[in-house]
Every structure is written in C-alpha cells, then in structure tokens.
C-alpha cells in the first residue's frame, strides 16, 4: 500500500476516524457506480433524470421509470462486502468517529455499522412529498407489483419517491451538521469509493484538513482532493480497505 511512512506509522494511533464512503464501496456486491466507467450515468445519461427533483415532480413517467428501478434496484439482494465489513471492524473496535455514506443501499448497517449518516438518504423507505409520511419500501414496491405505476401516498394521495435526496433537493440540515462535526472532530478522514465531485459531501474533505487531519483517498479514479490528501491509494476497494483497518488495528497482514 503507497502510504507516506510518517502516515504509516501514525495509523495505528489514529482514535477517532470519520470515514466518507460512495458508490464505489458497493461495486464488489453487485451494486454498479454511477460516474465510473461502467457507472449507470455513463452507459445511460439520460437516467439521471429519475433522480432529478423536478423532472420527477413534473413527469408522471419519470416517476413510473423510477418505481420500476426501484423495484429492479440490485441492493435488494446484495450484499456486505470485505470493505463494509472492515469498516465494521473498526467500529466495534471503538476507533471510528461517524461513518457518512453518500450510499442509498444500507449496506453498512447490514454489514453492523451503527455510527452511519445518511447524506443522501435511504431507498430503503419512501417519503411522501406532500404530508411527509415514511411507510417501508417494500410495501411500496408490492403496490407497484400489483399494477400501480405511480403510487401515492395512502395518507393524502401526495406524490411519493424514495426517501433519496435527489438532485435539487436540500439534505437534511440536521445529517449535514452531524457529518460536519464528525469531519472537524476526527484526527484521520477516509474518503473511500466516491468520485469527491457532489458537494456538499466531497467538501467534508476539506473540513477535515483544515483542521490538521490527514486526509486519505481510497479510490479507482482521480478526484478533484487528490492534491490535499496525505495519501491516495488505488485498486480495489475490496482489498485495499480491509488492509488498511488492519494497519490502524496493528494487524498489519
């Protein structure tokens, strides 16, 4: 692993890491990323518009587009990787801070993470936009199943979506100044799986480094924060995370 010695040596006194993971993280379960080579936005562009707020408010067969891939989404029958499961590791071990997740998929709760932040929400519920409501993805999904294209909320007829933070939409005030926090509190931040190009998330980077703490990119591609980061470290995700938690744990392999 290409580490700084310095960094290398430090590893292991790290005590309160913060951990940013994206869509590459989950690409060893099945679940594709959207900006990499074989990403879903760049075999097909013209899918972001399901996750685009106001073609969804304004299309009724965006939205039917959207239940259909939510229904046929690959998170429903993936799972946990090596890397979610490393970063499990590291939790139980008491030496994780927060783990943010730019993921919709919940794969680190199944892997046992509990100190995850949803920064861009969860499919695993849906929202209705009107009223607010929550009701289990599942129950969702049967309706759409049954032969309902666009369902609506069964509280007051509202438009539902996952409960997703789609493009246009604000994040959750309260989820982006716990994942703020846990950037400038943190003596180590890993930015693993994600490209470091949607703000605000790929700026935690900076909150982080402002406040002395090595920045360290686990990622396939080069992001724009490759040039504040104590280290990068390419390859696959699967192999270089595990490694790199045994090195913090002192059981470097």
């Keep these: 692993m290409d580490v700084p010695p310095a960094l290398l040596a430090a590893l292991p006194d790290a005590r309160s890491i913060t951990v940013l993971t994206g869509a590459g993280i989950s690409t060893d379960s099945g679940i594709p990323d959207f900006r990499g080579p074989q990403g879903v936005w760049t075999r097909d562009p013209a899918?972001?518009?399901l996750s685009t707020?106001?073609?969804y408010l304004a299309d009724p067969q965006v939205r039917a587009d959207a239940w259909r891939s939510r229904r046929d989404h690959p998170a429903w029958h993936a799972e946990p990787n090596a890397a979610h499961a490393a970063l499990a590791g590291l939790e139980?071990?008491?030496?994780?801070?927060?783990?943010?997740?730019?993921?919709?998929?919940?794969?680190?709760?199944r892997a046992g993470s509990a100190a995850v932040l949803e920064i861009h929400g969860t499919m695993r519920e849906a929202e209705c936009l009107a009223c607010g409501l929550r009701t289990p993805m599942p129950e969702v999904l049967a309706r759409v199943d049954a032969g309902e294209q666009d369902p609506p909320c069964p509280e007051c007829?509202?438009?539902q979506k996952s409960a997703t933070i789609s493009f246009g939409q604000p994040l959750r005030q309260d989820?982006?100044?716990a994942s703020i926090t846990a950037a400038r509190e943190c003596d180590l931040f890993l930015a693993v799986g994600t490209s470091l190009t949607v703000e605000p998330a790929a700026s935690?980077?900076?909150e982080a480094v402002e406040r002395g703490a090595p920045l360290m990119i686990l990622n396939a591609e080069p992001t724009p924060y490759d040039a504040v980061a104590a280290a990068v470290v390419r390859g696959p995700i699967g192999e270089t995370l595990p490694r790199l938690a045994d090195l913090v744990?002192?059981?470097?392999r």
């Design 47 to 49: 899918a972001a518009r």
């Design 53 to 55: 707020i106001g073609a």
């Design 92 to 109: 139980r071990a008491g030496r994780l801070r927060a783990l943010i997740t730019q993921n919709i998929d919940g794969l680190h709760q």
């Design 157 to 159: 007829g509202g438009i």
């Design 175 to 177: 989820v982006l100044d």
């Design 204 to 206: 935690l980077c900076l």
């Design 249 to 252: 744990l002192g059981a470097a």
